[in-house]
C-alpha cells in the first residue's frame, strides 16, 4: 500500500526549506523552495503548506534557516515573530517557533521536532486501532494525512492505518473549506494509500449520517482547550452536532502540541478569517472563517500519541502534563 508519507512533504536542503506546494494538488507535485522571512509568511497564510503539525515543522525549519542568516538576535526575534503570526489559530505553529528560538543549536531542534512528528503520528495511528469496527463507515473532514503532518498524519493517518490493518473501511469525506481541502488532499491522500472513499459535499454530510449508517467520526484539531473545546476546520462544529444527534462516536485525534491548556476553554481560541475572494468574486458581504469551535462536551474523546483521553476532560486533559516527553519514550523503545 503506497502511502502519502512517501512524498517530499517539508524537508531542509541546506540553503532553503523545500516544501511540497498543497495549493497546486491533486494535479501537481510541485515542490517550492522558502529562503527568506517573505517566503515562509506567505507560504503559511496562503496555505502551500497547512496543517497545524505541518506548520509547526514548517516554521521550526523556517527559524532556522533564518538564524543562518540573521545579523543580531534583535532581527531573528523580529523574523520569528512574523512566522509566528503568519496564521493564528494552530498553536503548533507558535510552539514550534519559541522551541527553537530557545536552542542553542537550532536546526538540531527543528529536526528534532519533525522526527518527534513522526513518530507521535505512528503512535497515535496505533492508539486509534481499537476504535474502528472490523467492518466500519467512517466520516471524516479537512486534511489530516502526512501532507498536514510531515508525518504519517493524524485523523486521515489513522485511517489509512486502520485500513493497511484489515479494517474493511468505507470511507465518507467532507470537501471542506476553505480551498476545499477534502476534496483535493484528503481524497489525493487515500487514493495514493489505496483506500477507497466516497466525497460529500459539506451541506450532505447530515444526510450521510441519516442514510449510510455512519459508525463514527473522526477528524483532526488545531488547538483544544483544557476543558476539551476543539478549534478545527469549519464545519466541524456541525458534524459533530449531526453526529450527537444520530449517536455517533465523535472523536478528534490531536498529538499533545496542539492542546493549549493555558486555556480554560475555547472562547479564547483566535479564529482565523479568510479573504471573500476565496468564497466569492460578486462583491458581496462575506463571512470566512476558517474554523470553528466544537465543545468539549460534544466529543466523544481525543485520541493521542499517549492514549485515549475520555470526559471528564477537565481532568483527563491536564494529565497530559505528567507525561513524559515523546523524546523519552523514544529513546526508551530505542528508535
Known sequence: MKTAESLTTIRFDGESVVYLDQRRLPLHEHLVHARTVDDFVEAIASLGVRGAPAIGIFGAYGVALLAQQASNEERLRQDAARIRAARPT???????????????????????????????????????????????????????????????????GAIIHAAAAGR?????????????QGARLTMFELRRAGVEATLVVDSAAAAVMQQKKIDL????????????????????????IAAAHHRIPFYVAAPRSSFDLALADGRAIPIEERSAEEVTASGANVYNPAFDITPGH??????????????????????????????????????
Open 90 to 156: 494552530a498553536v503548533n505553529l507558535g510552539w514550534a517557533v519559541d522551541r527553537v528560538l530557545a536552542a542553542p543549536d537550532k536546526l538540531a531542534e527543528a529536526r528534532a521536532i519533525h522526527h518527534e512528528q513522526i513518530e507521535v503520528d505512528r503512535r497515535l495511528a496505533h492508539t486509534a486501532l481499537e476504535l474502528f469496527p472490523r467492518d466500519a463507515a467512517v466520516f471524516t473532514h479537512c486534511n489530516t494525512g502526512p501532507i498536514a503532518t510531515g508525518g504519517g498524519g493524524t485523523a486521515l
Open 217 to 240: 467520526i473522526i477528524v483532526g484539531a488545531d488547538r483544544i482547550a483544557r476543558n476539551g473545546d476543539t478549534a478545527n476546520k469549519i464545519g466541524t462544529y456541525g458534524l459533530a
Open 298 to 335: 460534544l466529543i466523544t474523546a481525543f485520541v493521542t500519541e499517549y492514549g485515549v483521553l475520555r470526559p471528564p476532560y477537565a481532568e483527563s486533559l491536564p494529565e497530559l502534563v505528567t507525561c513524559p516527553s515523546i523524546t523519552v519514550l523514544m529513546a526508551a523503545a530505542g528508535t
Open 168 to 180: 474493511r473501511l468505507r470511507v465518507f469525506v467532507g470537501e471542506t473549506r476553505p480551498l476545499l
